[in-house]
């Protein structure tokens, strides 16, 4: 129901920032929380930050005072600022939404992921 595009990924310096961003269409209407999650070669995919429908958010440890989650009020994209990059930030970073598909259903789409890459 819903499709996700996320960009902004690319190469960096540590302790600079990028900016990721994830474009939904579809049945935005039905989402709730979006979010980023990141996945590093050889471990598991694991949240970086979410946002609900009213605006709460959700940071990993490891990301906090560093990462900002934002999203419009369209709730059509979501976006990621990221500052104080580090090389351990180096992941494939994938945009997350979950929608309502009745009373108490739900699910979760999820884009096609882009690369961020920390290093001198």
């Known amino acids: 129901q819903v499709q996700l595009v996320e960009s902004g990924g690319g190469l960096v310096q540590p302790g600079g920032s990028l900016t990721l961003s994830c474009v939904a269409s579809?049945?935005?209407?039905?989402?709730?929380?979006m979010g980023w999650y990141l996945q590093a070669p050889g471990k598991e995919r694991e949240l970086v930050a979410r946002?609900?429908?009213?605006?709460?958010?959700n940071y990993a440890d490891s990301v906090k005072g560093r990462f900002t989650i934002s999203r419009d009020n369209a709730k059509n994209i979501v976006d990621l600022q990221m500052n104080k990059l580090k090389p351990e930030d180096t992941a494939v970073y994938y945009c997350?939404?979950?929608?309502?598909?009745?009373?108490?259903?739900?699910?979760?789409?999820w884009g096609q992921g882009t690369q961020v890459t920390v290093s001198s």
């Open positions: 579809g049945n935005i209407f039905s989402i709730n929380a």
């Open positions: 946002i609900s429908s009213g605006g709460s958010t």
């Open positions: 997350a939404a979950e929608s309502t598909t009745g009373y108490y259903g739900g699910r979760a789409d």
